[in-house]
């Protein structure tokens, strides 16, 4: 995974160890839906044959999903107006999708 369990729960403000496999969870399902966006893994590192460490705005829509996932457990959200955020996962991942066929 490319973020870290104590990344994230410091991303969540949670100091408690009883969510832990939750949020582990949202973690590794959050990675697998971006990778599956951008159609290819992430790894530790990043690129083609010039590996790098991976991109720090990666990691972050990896905590963004995870995060809201986390927080709205379910489907759907009652009650409340629920908007995107400006710049958020899919604007993140649009520029390091390879749009070529």
Same mark, same amino acid.
């Given at each position: 995974m490319i973020v870290t /369990?104590?990344?994230?729960?410091?991303?969540? !403000?949670?100091?408690?160890d009883q969510d832990d496999a939750l949020i582990g969870k949202k973690i590794a399902a959050a990675q697998n839906h971006i990778e599956r966006l951008l159609g290819f893994k992430i790894e530790e590192t990043y690129g083609g044959a010039e590996q790098e460490d991976v991109p720090e705005s990666l990691a972050e829509a990896v905590?963004? /999903?995870?995060?809201?996932?986390?927080? !709205?457990?379910?489907a759907v959200i009652v009650g409340v107006t629920a908007i995107p955020m400006p710049l958020g996962v899919r604007e993140i991942i649009r520029e390091y999708r390879d749009w070529s066929f």
């Open positions: /369990l104590d990344e994230m729960k410091a991303h969540l !403000n949670i100091t408690g905590m963004q /999903l995870a995060a809201h996932w986390y927080e !709205n457990r379910e």
